[in-house]
């Protein structure tokens, strides 16, 4: 039986002559499922922000580095990395299907005076005198330091670079804290993250003339 497979090409030109937010929405989901996370920060002025990120990544365990991608803009204010240039503090806080909706309302254009946590009812917590407020209701809560701002000249977006001060989970294991998370693909497509199995890590001995796969 023949089956007919529907493909698709599209060339860098094809891209660049999309409209606009149909190719944001391309190139925003063509690599699938992402980590989403809730970035808060506290402006020197006390007031507290919090921002929904998928672009979270982990760099380096020895020193214990994570990074995130940054869209700074004349026209458009972005309190979170105002707020992390100027007192050099944050926290990463993971999302689960309980808060989901919530999170996702920080994505909105709120005013500097504005607080999100108190917009889109979350409760602050501070741990050991961090400075930054962590998300009450995470299960993971990470207190990151600035190390670096990496500015990206082909978007004009910045790569910032932190340390992790302290992480407080809720679970004993941390696949138990992982089990209710979630992922976006694009801006607004949220799905459930589960786990499916534990590979061992694989090692190559390259001194193994067998021909067997």
Known sequence: MEINVFLMIL???????????ERLKMINSICGIRGVHLIGTKSPGNITNLAIFSSVTHLGSNPSLLG???RPSEQVKRDTIANIMSTNYYTINSIHEGILDKAHKTSGKYLSSISEFDKCGFNHQYINNFYAPFVRSSSIKIGM?????????YNNTCFVIGEIELIEYQYETLDENFKDGVGVIGLNSYYKSSKLKDLEYFRVNNNDTSTKN
């Open 145 to 153: 330091k600035f190390l670096q701002s990496i500015p990206i000249k």
């Open 68 to 70: 995130f991608v940054s």
């Open 11 to 21: 060339t860098k030109k094809n891209i660049a002559n999309m409209k606009r937010v």
